[in-house]
């Protein structure tokens, strides 16, 4: 094992490839949580952005954004992440000229095995020819590193690390299926006389040992064997699997960062709540390094072929939108918008992933609003309107309108007409305008009475907002 990591450091990574490859195919344990780890982040939502709002740039996202509906990135996602454990992994691009567009068609796996590193800086990759290895054709290959630690790329895969547990592993397992073997069954002896020939020996032999296994002997019949009986059996069974588990365990932290998902574990609820956010804390770090290789190695060159060479490039992003809890901030905005916050109608909706509704859809819940703005006060299809409806049912809502406005007429009728008789009487007086002037000046009028009508009306309206409370407040 240490001669295998060390051929791999100096620039010889041939064997640890194929170490890799082995663990895979044989550790249960470590492919299972390894794919978990891969198809969480290969399922994940891809979006395109533009590099701007640009005509252009919005015309390079849609092209992008076309190819990548037609699920062909989508589709090699799980190969490419074949470098969550081996540190890198190697794609080759299929391209086609189809419909007026270049893209690409197919991302081919090629199997690490068929490269090596430089030796010269450790870092650039080639093709091993069996000599000094020959520079990747450009734009042909998408190469995809994922470093679970710092270093050289042969250095930083998973599979290093978890190499140490599957090789402590198969020894136990391979000393556990010993034990088995040996407690497990009976021991046959043979017993020969003292003038058996070798040929009745062999015969004997064969037949003890034909019984069942190679745990059997032959003895003369004059000669004792001892056999001491292990004090428990149960308990070494227990040892083996216990350091088995053990390393398991081991290798879903490394991996997966947790070990909930991969065994029953005490704490509950709030145990299993904490290691989720771990693991989701891992896939958002997957998909980020993912999204970087997307965008350096496959969006430009897509662009670029069909639209020619850009300052900027449409951005790829894979990983699941941030998932607001809708309670907590429904909760706080009911809160705070009393004391006097605000926030646009838009980023609310975006924010809470409710889509602006078309206008021919059929609504639920809230209430009317004209545009993006509030609802007009002298608007009747609005909450006053509501109230009436709600309050007095026993009433039609249009006579209920009109009793409100015949009675603020009503008051504020006398109250103007007090003043604009006073008004007319001094302009009649008037002998020019420059004495009507005067006479206006010098008149003082007594706005009481429509102060007093108005603030009627006021706290008219308040009661009907209370009133409108009280029935939400019955309805739920």
Excluded at 14 to 41: N, P
């Amino acid at each position: 094992m240490s001669k295998i990591h060390r051929q791999a450091a100096e620039g010889e990574p041939l064997e640890y490839f194929k170490l890799a490859e082995d663990i895979e195919e044989r550790d249960l344990h470590y492919t299972g949580v390894l794919a978990t780890r891969k198809r969480s982040v290969s399922q994940l939502p891809i979006t395109v952005t533009p590099a701007s709002n640009a005509a252009d740039h919005k015309k390079h996202a849609e092209f992008v954004q076309s190819w990548i509906d037609d699920g062909i990135l989508q589709a090699a996602l799980f190969d490419i992440l074949d470098a969550v454990g081996k540190g890198i992994s190697m794609m080759e691009i299929e391209w086609r000229h189809h419909a007026g567009h270049t893209c690409p068609k197919e991302f081919i796996y090629r199997p690490q095995r068929w490269f090596k590193f430089d030796p010269e800086d450790g870092e650039t990759l080639l093709l091993d020819n069996g000599g000094s290895g020959e520079l990747l054709i450009p734009h042909k290959f998408v190469i995809h590193r994922h470093k679970a630690k710092s270093g050289l790329t042969i250095r930083s895969g998973i599979a290093r690390i978890a190499s140490w547990a599957w090789m402590y592993k198969t020894f136990a397992t391979n000393d556990w299926a010993m034990f088995i073997q040996n407690y497990g069954m009976p021991i046959r002896i043979g017993k020969y006389g003292p003038n058996a020939s070798d040929e009745e020996k062999d015969v004997l032999w064969q037949a003890v040992h034909d019984i069942a296994g190679d745990c059997a002997a032959i003895i003369p019949a004059n000669m004792l064997i001892e056999f001491q009986e292990v004090a428990s059996k149960s308990g070494s069974t227990d040892l083996f699997e216990k350091r088995a588990d053990f390393l398991d365990r081991q290798v879903s932290k490394l991996v997966l960062g947790q070990t909930t998902t991969t065994d029953a574990v005490s704490g509950g609820h709030a145990v299993a709540k904490e290691h989720r956010l771990v693991q989701e804390d891992i896939e958002r770090a997957d998909s980020v390094l993912l999204s970087g290789t997307v965008n350096a190695q496959i969006i430009p060159n897509m662009v670029a072929f069909n639209f020619g060479p850009q300052d900027d490039y449409p951005k790829v992003h894979i990983g699941r939108p941030d998932e607001v809890d809708l309670e907590t901030f429904a909760d706080a905005f009911d809160k705070l918008g009393p004391q006097g916050l605000t926030a646009d109608l838009m980023w609310m909706r975006s924010r809470m992933g409710i889509p602006t509704p078309e206008d021919d859809a059929e609504l639920i819940g809230g209430r009317p609003i004209s545009g993006e703005s509030a609802p007009q006060l002298n608007s009747f299809g609005n909450p006053l309107g509501k109230l009436l409806s709600s309050r007095h049912g026993r009433q039609p809502i249009e006579q209920s309108i009109d009793v409100i406005y015949q009675r603020l007429g009503q008051e504020t009728a006398g109250a103007l007409g007090g003043l604009t008789d006073a008004v007319r009487k001094e302009l009649m007086a008037a002998t020019s305008l420059n004495d009507a002037a005067e006479r206006l000046a010098r008149l003082n009028l007594d706005s009481a009475e429509l102060s007093n009508a108005l603030a009627r009306g006021m706290a008219l309206s308040h009661l009907a907002g209370q009133a409108a409370l009280l029935d939400e407040l019955d309805e739920s």
